[in-house]
């Protein structure tokens, strides 16, 4: 009998070591279950932080979208010919030319055909005395449209990417 005992002692020891092995493996567990806890909270945080940030920068972009569109708009009606309605992209065919009397900008093909048509400007109607020495080349204006024209370009596949 005592052998028993002796031997149930001893299975009891072995018991409580193993109770103690689990209960450190289950604290390491608990430990490491409180530290991902926080890593995930954290990670959950900053992706939240990130959304937001996401978020204002959609925000920012469409608003950058829709101003440039406008622009662009700004650009296509500043460009154009005040009789036919063209782009003048400052090249020498559609080169910009100045009615003098009243300062209106018409492209080059409509100021050859206002010199044989009609005295008075077709924008304002105020007599203008057309003649080839009434209707002189604006180089500035022409620079400027040239650049215009580019800015367009940028415009358009700037809003497309976006």
Not at 23 to 30: I, N, T, Y
Not at 107 to 121: G, M, Q, S, V
Not at 143 to 157: H, M, N, P, Q, T
């Given at each position: ?133 009434s209707i002189v080349g604006n180089y500035t204006a ?21």
């Amino acid at each position: 009998m005592h052998a028993r005992l002796e031997q149930a002692l001893e299975n009891q020891g072995k018991a409580e070591e193993e109770m103690e092995r689990l209960r450190a493996k289950v604290k390491e567990s608990v430990a490491e279950h409180t530290r991902i806890s926080r890593i995930m909270g954290n990670l959950s945080k900053r992706n939240d932080d990130l959304k937001t940030q996401a978020d204002r920068l959609y925000a920012q972009v469409d608003n950058s979208r829709h101003r440039l569109l406008a622009l662009g708009g700004i650009l296509d009606k500043a460009g154009e010919c005040d009789i036919c309605f063209e782009n003048i992209d400052g090249d020498i065919r559609t080169a910009v030319q100045v009615i003098a009397s009243c300062g209106h900008s018409v492209c080059h093909f409509c100021a050859a055909k206002l010199i044989e048509a009609d005295p008075k400007c077709p924008v304002c109607t105020q007599l203008t005395w057309l003649s080839k020495d009434s209707i002189v080349g604006n180089y500035t204006a022409n620079e400027a449209y040239k650049a215009l024209g580019e800015a367009r370009v940028v415009i358009k596949s700037v809003t497309s990417a976006l």
